[in-house]
């Protein structure tokens, strides 16, 4: 029992780890770096209860058990005094963990997918991978490796956007 409660733990500290790291370096902006500030957090929900009423609430992630949802938060603002085109948001789906089916949500933006580590994109509909009887069939979501988000037209001056998906962390 003593080894069981060492592997679980030793669990527990790798993906802590990799949430907390994630959190920090999550995301790969493409655009001038002098003119776009980003930033990003990784929550899990949590249920309190205040005057007898339960509600859910959502704290930083930093102890998460394996079944459970993290909720990644990816926001930039154009901070320079001129629209910035052509952002791209890039966010890698954390080792131990799944993306959440239809979880991906960016505001103006337009959503795609890889399953190769980032070197071919597209939509949910059309990324294709060789089955188990060697002929193409649509990936799932436990394939995603990674996300993009494009940002339609100009960001303005001073305006923020936002990216946002969930991952269940897996069992060992």
């Given at each position: 029992m ?125 990324l ?6 060697g ?24 305006k ?13």
């Open positions: 003593h080894s069981h409660y060492k592997n679980n733990r030793t669990y527990f500290i790798i993906c802590t780890l990799i949430i907390f790291t994630l959190a920090i370096i999550s995301s790969v902006v493409f655009a001038a770096e002098e003119q776009i500030k980003v930033w990003s957090k990784a929550e899990t929900k949590v249920t309190v209860e205040k005057d007898g009423k339960k509600t859910e609430k959502k704290i930083p992630a930093v102890k998460v058990l394996p079944g459970k949802i993290v909720y990644y938060t990816t926001e930039f603002k154009n901070i320079s005094k001129k629209s910035v085109d052509g952002i791209n948001i890039i966010n890698p789906i954390p080792k131990l963990t799944q993306y959440v089916s239809k979880s991906a949500y960016g505001e103006n933006t337009d959503i795609s997918f890889s399953i190769d580590g980032g070197k071919s994109w597209s939509t949910p509909d059309k294709k991978k060789k089955g188990k009887d002929k193409m069939v649509i990936a799932k979501a436990a394939d995603y490796t990674h996300i993009r988000w494009k940002h339609k037209g100009p960001l303005q001056s001073g923020t956007g936002k990216a946002t998906f969930q991952v269940t962390l897996l069992k060992p």
